[in-house]
């Protein structure tokens, strides 16, 4: 264990005020429009449109959909990623979210889902609501197209 020294009461209140001001997480920008987490999703897989692999994301929010963090769990193939739905509770507990959005992208440009991309998300939808975390979306990017599940009824 550490140990510290201090010399006076006030570098001790200091020290304290450091601590708890990490502890205490910043929120980001509220995603109240499908526009708004087209660009959040887009912005996260922003390194991956150039490559030729796929990259299955996810963007982590607070019950009031205020962005706390967004993050690249899964890495694949020109035309697919392996998705683990034990991975994707895990993180979202971790972040302690109430909500996410989902996000991949389409190396081939082609923004259409996949037969799998469908049974992924209903897979992640339902072990999700298991812990009461609500799935906004599924947006797939290609090019400067893009495929968001709920404008289709598919959420």
């Known amino acids: 264990m550490a140990k510290y020294n201090f010399d006076n009461q006030q570098q001790i209140l200091d020290f304290a005020l450091k601590i708890a001001e990490s502890k205490v ?8 429009t499908n526009q708004l987490a087209r660009e959040r999703v887009t912005e996260m897989l922003k390194l991956s449109l150039n490559d030729e ?5 996810v963007v982590f929010l607070t019950a009031n ?4 963090a967004h993050e690249i769990l899964f890495h694949g193939t020109i035309d697919g990623a392996s998705v683990y739905t034990r991975e994707v ?4 507990l971790r972040h302690n979210a109430s909500a996410v959005i989902f996000g991949h992208n389409h190396p081939s ?6 037969e799998a ?9 339902d ?4 812990v009461e975390v609500r799935v906004l979306d599924h947006i ?3 090019g400067d197209n893009s495929f968001c599940f709920s404008d289709k009824g598919l959420i």
């Open 89 to 92: 509770v895990k993180a979202a």
């Open 65 to 68: 959909h205020q962005m706390i």
């Open 109 to 114: 440009g082609n923004c259409t889902p996949s």
């Open 53 to 57: 692999r796929e990259h299955f994301g």
């Open 127 to 130: 072990a999700l609501s298991m």
């Open 25 to 32: 997480q910043r929120y980001g920008v509220s995603i109240t």
């Open 140 to 142: 797939i990017v290609g």
């Open 117 to 125: 991309d469908i049974h992924v998300t209903n897979q992640l939808v």
